[in-house]
């Protein structure tokens, strides 16, 4: 398949240093168009969609965003935390608007299995599914989202 500019200048932006701290593409040799249809192929096999995942992950985010930086207790299931900092995040596609520049640190209490996300991610994972290339500082692998958000 042929690639459009677009594509090819949306990659370029992907894995530049410009918007995150080493590209959102980290190491992966693959195109975002290939780490998307990956990533969603892979979400398919596990019967979960990017939109589900994205509202779980948003859903966590504002119930610890509340408690001000404390850990909550969720559904006797979670440990969720928020930690904020100054500043934004743009998406690189590119949308209008800034994303807070905030992470979420989800913890699961039976397993221990912890996660960590920005807003960007979530917006990223429902408008564009896509989790970020393999090596990226904030790549989210589905596997693991699936396994700590709904299992
Ligand atoms: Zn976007």
Same mark, same amino acid.
């Given at each position: #398949? ?20 080493? @590209?959102? #593409? ?5 195109? +975002? ?23 779980? #992950?948003? #859903? ?7 408690? !001000? @930086? $404390? ?7 979670? &440990? ?13 596609? +590119?949308? +209008? ?23 960007? $991610?979530?917006? !990223?994972? &429902?408008?564009?599914?896509?989790? &970020?290339?393999? @090596?990226?500082?904030?790549? !989210?692998? +589905? &596997? ?8």
């Amino acid at each position: #398949m042929k690639r459009s500019p677009s594509d090819i200048q949306l990659e370029k932006l992907l894995r530049s240093s410009k918007l995150a701290a080493g @590209g959102f #593409m980290g190491d992966d040799p693959r195109t +975002p168009e290939e780490v998307i249809r990956e990533d969603a192929a892979c979400l398919e096999r596990l019967g979960k969609t990017a939109a589900q995942i994205a509202e779980r #992950m948003r #859903m966590l985010t504002e119930k610890a965003s509340a408690a !001000l @930086g $404390n850990p909550v207790q969720l559904e006797d299931k979670f &440990e969720v935390r928020c930690e904020e900092w100054k500043g934004g995040l743009i998406c690189p596609w +590119p949308h +209008p608007g800034r994303f807070p520049k905030r992470l979420t640190v989800c913890r699961r209490l039976d397993t221990g299995r912890q996660i960590v996300w920005s807003d960007l $991610n979530i917006h !990223l994972i &429902e408008a564009h599914g896509f989790f &970020e290339g393999k @090596g990226a500082s904030y790549r !989210l692998e +589905p &596997e693991d989202l699936v396994r700590v958000l709904f299992e």
